[in-house]
């Protein structure tokens, strides 16, 4: 680790050179360089920030974003950033923050003007009451970093980028807000085909791997009455399954929402013995190629859910 860290350094160091030499001749209308730590910040920077922002992003779809393995060509982004966006409530706890720190960016360190936590103005659930650490292996200690799932979260995320973007480029500050206005107006359209494909299954009962959707069912008003995973971060253990299964039972619960990402042997086993489904469905743009951005995310998972539970005959 530590030979590779030093790496990674020297390549940072290269990068802050070569980067001081490119900015000093970089025209003042370049477009803003901002890296989204995932994909669904990514999508929503592309959505308000058109041609005037470069984005790249770190975490693909298809990972559990708690745990990214970090690149040296992260640090090599971060060197020339504009703009950093994270989630937040600690997700990227366990891989940003030694890349951070070696890009030697000022500006995107917690605090900076090139530093946007889309968490600090949107709806989060599962703050915890009592004192939580870390040692109990909760991998959600600061509340649940999973709110991107409610798409009113996304309109807010997406609100507090458009005001980021024109704090960094008041030249396009008109720019940002007609895309933003426009996302806002096409998001609203979407929003009343979900919520209309979801109103029948009001109530629905589900069990979930991790605890990834506690805003996505708060939105669409599902009900989770167990997860895979003992703790968030926590691998199944068998008493925990054994009493899961017990309560899928009593309560007649036939869908086990599985993100990507997860080994599938425990889910199915709980799926046989309970007599219900296991629905792979992403959380976040990239998990499936059809999922290629923050609207049609919702479109795909709303879809599959609704398919799934008319196969499973819930209905009300
Ligand atoms: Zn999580």
């Known amino acids: 680790m530590g030979a590779r860290i030093l790496s990674m350094l020297t390549v940072a160091g290269l990068a802050v050179a070569a980067s001081g030499t490119a900015s000093a001749a970089s025209p003042p209308a370049a477009p803003l360089k901002v890296v989204a730590t995932t994909e669904d910040l990514g999508s929503l920077a592309r959505e308000v920030g058109g041609d005037k922002v470069t984005v790249d992003v770190f975490s693909r779809g298809y990972q559990d974003p708690h745990v990214v393995d970090p690149k040296p060509s992260f640090i090599l ?46 709806k989060i659930l599962d703050i915890p009451a009592g004192q939580i650490t870390r040692a109990m292996g909760d991998v959600h200690p600061s509340g649940n970093p999973h709110y991107w799932l409610d798409p009113d979260n996304g309109r807010l995320i997406a ?14 500050a008109a720019y940002f807000a007609q895309r933003y206005a426009d996302f806002d107006r096409r998001l609203t359209e979407a929003q009343k085909r979900w919520d209309a494909a979801m109103a029948p299954f009001k109530g629905a009962k589900i069990v979930t791997y991790h605890r990834s959707w506690p805003n996505f069912v708060d939105h669409f008003g599902l009900n989770v009455i167990g997860y895979v995973e003992p703790k968030p971060g926590i691998p199944p253990s068998p008493s925990h399954t054994i009493d899961l299964i017990r309560e899928m039972k009593a309560q007649q619960v036939k869908v086990i929402l599985v993100e990507p990402y997860w080994d599938l042997r425990t889910p199915q086993a709980i799926a046989r013995d309970a007599g219900g489904e296991v629905l792979v469905m992403p959380p976040s743009v990239g998990g499936v190629p059809e999922a290629k951005d923050y609207i049609a995310l919702f479109d795909f998972d709303v879809n599959l859910l609704v398919a799934t539970f008319k196969k499973v005959g819930i209905s009300r």
């Open 77 to 122: 982004k971060l060197v020339s950033a504009d703009l950093l966006i994270v989630v937040g409530r600690e997700l990227e706890i366990g891989w940003l923050p030694p890349l951070l720190t070696q890009s030697r960016n000022a500006k995107l360190q917690p605090g900076g003007q090139g530093h946007l936590d889309a968490s600090q103005n949107v």
């Open 159 to 172: 609100q507090a980028m458009k005001d980021k973007f024109s704090q960094l480029a008041p030249a396009d």
